[in-house]
């Protein structure tokens, strides 16, 4: 038992004087290839074990040095340039120099050797210019007055306010932009020649909204049904108007087939002369009296996506749509045997009536409303 202890302590322990060297080594190779911030942390984490380390001692304060001169020479072509973001990559910056600031801090070993710098001032500094920059940007592209502009900007009052959490009025800006920039699309209600089929048209567009809605394709794209949008008073931007065209509901056909069927069966065995025995083969036959009732329904819904402002047509297609429901029973004549599985399986059943025609309605626009959910959800999701 004692041994197996001692064996477990000695593994132990040069698991950790492994790793302690591995790390050794490493710190010095990043320092090596210039990978200052990196070695800085590997010499911070050598120094919380092992307080005295030589290689650690020496090699920390130059690089600390490196890094911190690396990283304000990219601050200083940052603010050179002219680009309008510069001040994000400026604050990126001196974050990774305030992240070795508190590794050292962590370490007072480390913090014996190199007193580094606390950037939290410039942080704020440069966090505080970026939210500027991408405020004024918003209030530059709401001012044009456009939707597409006011998209844009609603992206840059976000930004802003993942920098600086209720900077000056950036939500309220950023409400107003979104307003401006929603597009609000209304969906026709549907008139069908037939009363009958009315309400089976209004459930299919009330359905078609509500998923629209539910799969929040686009947040600056709003869809609403037209009798909604009257009740409020709401003014379209788009409008999509849905029409049945050509459709038939319950066209009813009715073929009776007559069909002779025959089979060779095993009837008995015989034997020869030499004792072998052979089977004796009868062919035995039927008749068969098969009925089958075959009811279409089928139709286009034509849709067509219109700017209302300007009436310039966005979108037109035809959508078909189909559904056949079928009913086969049947009846024979003559010896059972001859028939096969399949005919076994028409055999019986009753002359079935169709479901009501507002169900045949719903069935047969049921591919018509899966392909005018994707075409929208594609159309919309350029925006």
């Known amino acids: 038992m004692k041994k197996l202890l001692w064996r477990q302590l000695l593994s132990v322990a040069a698991i950790f004087l492994y790793t302690f060297f591995l790390s050794c080594k490493s710190g010095e190779k990043l320092y ?76 007072p070993a480390a913090l014996k050797l190199v007193q580094p710098r606390d950037y939290s001032d410039a942080i704020t500094g440069a966090q505080e210019n970026a939210a500027e920059t991408r405020y004024d940007r918003g209030m530059s592209l709401l001012n044009k007055g456009d939707k597409a502009s006011a998209r844009q900007a609603y992206e840059e009052f976000s930004a802003a306010l993942k920098l600086i959490p209720n900077y000056r009025d950036t939500k309220q800006r950023r409400d107003e932009a979104y307003q401006l920039g929603v597009i609000n699309v209304v969906v026709s209600e549907i008139e069908v020649r037939s009363p009958y089929y009315q309400f089976s048209a209004d459930q299919f567009r009330d359905y078609l909204v509500r998923n629209l809605q539910q799969r929040n394709i686009n947040q600056f794209v709003q869809f609403y049904d037209e009798r909604v949008a009257r009740n ?30 025959s089979k060779e069966i095993i009837v008995g065995t015989t034997k020869d002369t030499t004792g072998k025995e052979s089977n004796i083969y009868k062919t035995v036959t039927a008749t068969l009296y098969i009925t089958k009732k075959t009811v279409v ?4 819904l034509d849709y067509r996506i219109t700017n209302t402002t300007n009436g310039q047509l966005l979108r037109t297609d035809r959508i078909p749509g189909s559904y056949t429901w079928l009913n086969q029973f049947g009846t024979f004549r003559g010896d059972e045997r001859a028939l096969s599985d399949d005919d076994k399986r028409l055999m019986g059943g009753q002359d079935m009536p169709p479901p009501p025609p507002s169900d045949l309605f719903m069935e047969f626009t049921r591919p018509i409303y899966d392909v005018l959910a994707r075409d929208l959800q594609t159309f919309y999701n350029r925006i």
């Open 32 to 107: 090596n290839k210039g990978r200052y911030d990196e070695a800085v942390n590997a010499f911070v984490k050598k120094l919380q074990r092992k307080p005295q380390d030589a290689t650690a001692t020496r090699m920390l304060p130059d690089a600390y040095k490196q890094a911190q001169l690396q990283r304000e020479e990219r601050v200083n072509a940052y603010l050179r340039s002219n680009n309008d973001l510069k001040w994000e990559s400026v604050r990126n910056e001196y974050r990774a120099l305030q992240s070795l600031y508190n590794n050292i801090h962590k370490s």
């Open 232 to 261: 409020e008073n709401l003014r379209p931007d788009e409008y999509i108007e849905l029409r049945f065209f050509d459709f038939v509901v319950g066209q009813t056909y009715v073929d009776r087939i007559q069909r002779d069927v």
């Open 297 to 300: 329904s089928k139709g286009l």
